[in-house]
């Protein structure tokens, strides 16, 4: 049935393709459609060739409403002559060279199955980039793509404060796992922050609701790795917006700060014998655990450092019959229905199965857009979407250092919101001399 409903819905795109080309005022409503998708993701996608038992990054071809809506987008810019093209950035290329520095990885696979799951998630996922771009290019309305993600921040809190009355001790709200929620809310946090400290709170309020949202989950989650790298986004944010997004003097800034950092010390002291336990208690095994696969991932590279053991191969190739476990020195609770898990690390996960290249590759396209985010800042100055990039800014390096504990960039949704903001700034790089000219005219 399910496959049936998806059919219908596939078939509409075309349909509401021509009506947004008819009324552009309808594009809006496609974008927050797409937003919301994501909030409801596991029920609004359908997956294909499904392996959930397997221990990989991708676990089906899974074709979400979020990619129909995209593809709907982009159709209607290409009839009215808005789309930007497939690769309308430097951002969108290093994205093209790190895919294509992928593909070797299936030469060297025990399932190119497994590999084409993977390679499908990430065309999927820049077609949500392409579909946010053609959006912001045919509508400029980044307005509407900003309340779409602060209402996602709100409503991922409602979801945490449910599963909190319900005795969850590390609640995910609309996220697979706790750690998703926490990558995600560090660079949601650090984006609302950035408005609220700009424009002061009391004019932003769905800003300021938003930025506590995501403050309280990524808290909440109880994760260590989260927790501390949520002062760090403050801080880099602050230090941004101060230098060159805000009107008015320091003193003002500081008084705009302290709302919150009052409200986030109240927070933290009511959750505070939770963190200390939370701390205290972590497992010795958990570390050992991470310390091992990362040795393991290091076998790997050494075996094949220009192409990997097969992208979403990993959880083949760390089992038996292949003896990287062993060589690791891993041995911990292996038994004939053992079946080991992903290493904790983006980097050693990505180099380990796509070889040293792709690795690079992907390093390089994150560290472009910290790059953008600090060119926009300097070049947008005191406008109104100055705080963007120092927003994402923040967001962006705490997501990455938080990379080299967890392999979240490579789950679906985290992946998707990533390529949103990218959007946004690629959208804000191309067009800043007109938006800055627009702001500044009489």
């Known amino acids: ?224 790795g989260a927790i501390a790298g949520t002062p760090v986004w403050f801080a880099l944010t602050f230090f941004c917006v101060a230098a060159k997004s805000m009107k008015g003097s320091f003193s003002r800034l500081f008084k705009r700060v302290m709302p919150f950092a009052i409200l986030g010390l109240i927070g933290l002291g009511i959750m505070l014998p939770r963190i200390i336990e939370r701390f205290k208690s972590a497992p010795e095994a958990s570390k050992n655990t991470r310390i091992e696969l990362a040795l393991c991932a290091k076998e790997m590279i050494i075996d094949e450092p220009w192409r990997g053991v097969g992208i979403n191969n990993w959880g083949l190739k760390i089992n038996e019959p292949y003896d990287y476990a062993y060589r690791a020195g891993r041995s911990t609770n292996r038994g004939g229905e053992f079946k080991d898990g992903v290493v904790e690390t983006v980097y050693l996960l990505v180099g380990a199965e796509c070889g040293l290249p792709a690795l690079a590759a992907m390093i390089v396209w994150f560290v472009w857009y910290l790059v953008v985010c600090l060119r926009l800042v300097a070049r947008l100055g005191r406008s109104r979407w100055a705080p963007i990039p120092c927003g994402l800014f923040g967001g962006f390096v705490v997501c990455y250092l938080q990379s080299c504990l967890e392999w979240v960039l490579r789950q679906q949704m985290n992946l998707i919101l990533l390529m949103v903001f990218f959007a946004m700034l690629d959208y804000l790089d191309s067009n800043w001399r007109r938006l800055k000219s627009e702001e500044t005219a009489p």
């Open 1 to 224: 049935m399910k496959y049936f409903v998806f059919a219908v819905a596939a078939a509409g795109v075309p349909p509401l393709a021509a009506l947004l080309v008819i009324n552009r005022r309808w594009t809006k409503y496609v974008m927050w459609a797409l937003i919301a998708a994501l909030a409801v993701y596991q029920s609004t996608a359908i997956n294909f060739f499904s392996h959930e038992e397997y221990r990989g990054s991708a676990r089906g071809m899974e074709i979400s409403v979020a990619y129909l809506f995209a593809m709907a987008i982009i159709l209607a810019s290409v009839a009215r002559m808005r789309f930007p093209g497939l690769l309308p950035s430097v951002g969108a290329k290093l994205y093209f060279i790190y895919f294509l520095l992928c593909l070797p990885s299936w030469t060297s696979a025990e399932n190119t199955l497994f590999c084409w799951l993977e390679t499908w998630k990430m065309i999927m996922i820049y077609l949500v980039y392409l579909g946010v771009r053609a959006f912001l290019d045919m509508t400029d309305d980044m307005k509407s793509l900003l309340r779409g993600l602060a209402a996602f921040a709100v409503l991922n809190f409602i979801m945490v404060v449910k599963d909190h009355l319900q005795g969850v001790y590390q609640p995910h709200g609309v996220f697979p796992h706790q750690n998703c929620l926490a990558m995600a809310m560090h660079i949601f946090g650090s984006l609302f922050l950035a408005f609220c400290l700009a424009r002061g709170w009391k004019n932003s309020p769905l800003c300021a609701m938003a930025f506590i949202s995501a403050a309280a989950c990524v808290v909440r989650t109880y994760s260590r």
